[in-house]
């Protein structure tokens, strides 16, 4: 299948519409939860920002959408815009079910370049997703919250990563009909919204730190309300968790490989890091006191290092 291709369009698009999960959040199954389980939910410091970026999501890609005029792209694009207001109703059905600190603030200015605003919300929404991913494996083995929302969660995340599958292949059927140098630079222009988009989440993180407000979507706060976190062992679950979504949908289809890619260089840079540190602080031969008394040796500290 060419990239750019009618093709290519009604695959990804298709593909999109099928994957379709017909649900109401105000019915779905959410559970009573005990004193701990809710104080730990009111913990989690990001509910106003997320509440907020779906907002946000569903008007720009309302925006977006009635500037498009191929129907096949805008009624894949209306259902997304669909979506992303309905991932923001279930935020608002869960805030005012538990009682969650969520105000809903206005929403800013969406840009004076719409189309500029929609690749700047899907670049945002892979590297959201990614680290969204890793922190969502961790809350799930941990037992953090009731099976049961965190499979009201899976839901949504299922839908999150469909999203970028869409977009991904929405912008790389968008830049390759624009001609050989678009296609030739499209690396470069994904960079170029990556680092807008890494940006924009460092902004989050200061604003969080200076304000200390417990409001803002960092991975950085995530050991507030996990133990015992682990900056290697999020990496390889954002890694791997990414790969277990992703592998579920067309092969054919394009996804997201800048992260994935930076983040296995990362993680063998990590591992070599570990192994040399490991050979740096082992103890080299046993000096002649451990030969000469075995007795107290055999509980040295060889033993335990090894």
Known sequence: MKIGSLEHRDAFCSHFEQTYIDYDPETLPWPVLD????????????????????????????????????????????????EETRHA??????????GLDAPERPIEDLGSNIETSFKDFGFGECLDSFVGFGL????????????????????????????????????????ARRGWLARAASPLVSMRYYLRAVRRMARMARRGKEANDGKTLAAIQVST??????????????????????????????????????????????????????????????????????????????????
Request: glycine share 4%; charged share 25%; aromatic share 14%.
């Open 35 to 82: 004193d701990a389980a809710l104080h730990r939910l009111r913990q989690v410091p990001f509910w106003e920002e997320v509440f907020y970026a779906e907002r946000r999501a569903g008007a720009i890609v309302a925006a977006f959408t009635a500037t498009v005029t191929d129907p096949v792209l805008k009624a894949a694009l209306a259902l997304q815009g669909e």
């Open 89 to 98: 109703n279930l935020i608002r059905v869960m805030r005012d079910r538990y």
């Open 136 to 175: 969502f494996k961790i809350a799930w083995q941990s037992e953090f919250l009731p099976k049961e929302i965190m499979q009201i969660f899976s839901t949504l995340m299922y839908e999150e990563t469909r999203h970028i599958v869409f977009f991904i292949n929405w912008m790389a059927y968008t830049e």
């Open 225 to 306: 309300f996990l133990d015992d976190f682990n900056f290697r062992r999020f990496l390889e679950d954002c890694y791997s968790e990414n790969s277990r979504r992703m592998s579920v949908f067309d092969q054919e289809l394009l996804r997201p490989s800048f992260l994935p890619q930076l983040t296995d260089v990362a993680l063998k840079a990590l591992r070599l890091w570990g192994r040399r540190a490991e050979v740096e602080t082992r103890p080299g031969p046993l000096p002649p006191l451990y030969g000469a008394y075995p007795s107290r040796g055999a509980a040295g500290r060889w033993d335990v290092v090894s």
